[in-house]
T-cell receptor, first 117, second 118 residues
Framework: GDSVTQMEGPVTLSEEAFLTINCTYT??????LFWYVQYPGEGLQLLLK?????DKGSNKGFEATYRKETTSFHLEKGSVQVSDSAVYFC????????????????FGKGTMLLVSP | GAVVSQHPSRVICKSGTSVKIECRSL??????MFWYRQFPKKSLMLMAT?????????EQGVEKDKFLINHASLTLSTLTVTSAHPEDSSFYIC??????????????FGQGTRLTVV
């Protein structure tokens, strides 16, 4: 079945440091890939996505490139801020069962990012 | 992006009572809604998938008689935790997607509901 593996946290950085959170996946076919962010006590917000190989998703200074050859979708940011402290989830979307017409999301376990001033 | 509203955000209930959580898509018609449970420091566990007007599909290990899901309209799905016990305490999150003639590849999440059973 589909699976997503992301680096364990917490990742602790100082403000303005470079961030990388690794994510690799296994899936049949050609899934779409996502990064979601969850701030304390809140639900998930879509951060960025990529729907095909070599696509780069970007938002709020975060970037991730869909690498089919390495089955990876690593999240990067050049200069983190304290407000970026949150849990980041890598996820893939593949087709649902049969001809259901919907896609299901498979999540990684999440990586907590802590940024100090 | 599309907005999904989940209510209540927090609820405390006594053991043995039932709790209903609502998930509404505010500006789009959600043909499919998903219910997740999140344990502390762990990822989201998909509980069930519901399509409007049909019975929910539950994941293995999820008791359908305990977690009742109703998706009566294209903008509302409800999760009812029946006869709640302390072990049901958790963070529950819904998400919604729409199917417009092709497979949807994006889901929009509610804010989550923190359920505490005492």
């Amino acid at each position: 079945g589909d699976s997503v593996t992301q680096m364990e946290g917490p990742v602790t950085l100082s403000e303005e440091a470079f961030l990388t959170i690794n994510c690799t996946y296994t899936a049949t076919g050609y899934p779409s890939l996502f990064w979601y962010v969850q701030y304390p006590g809140e639900g998930l917000q879509l951060l960025l996505k990529a729907t095909k190989a070599d696509d780069k998703g970007s938002n709020k200074g975060f970037e991730a490139t869909y690498r089919k050859e390495t089955t990876s979708f690593h999240l990067e940011k050049g200069s983190v801020q304290v407000s970026d402290s949150a849990v980041y989830f890598c996820a893939l979307s593949d087709r649902g069962p049969g001809n259901s017409g919907y896609s299901t999301l498979t999540f990684g376990k999440g990586t907590m990012l802590l940024v100090s001033p | 992006g599309a907005v999904v509203s989940q209510h209540p955000s927090r609820v405390i209930c006594k053991s043995g009572t039932s709790v209903k959580i609502e998930c509404r898509s505010l500006d789009f018609q959600a043909t499919t809604m998903f219910w997740y449970r999140q344990f502390p420091k762990k990822s989201l566990m998909l509980m069930a998938t519901s399509n409007e007007g049909s019975k929910a599909t539950y994941e293995q290990g999820v008791e359908k008689d305990k977690f009742l899901i109703n998706h009566a309209s294209l903008t509302l799905s409800t999760l009812t935790v029946t006869s709640a016990h302390p072990e049901d305490s958790s963070f529950y999150i819904c998400s919604a997607s729409f199917f417009g003639g092709k497979r949807s590849t994006e889901a929009f999440f509610g804010q989550g509901t923190r359920l505490t059973v005492v």
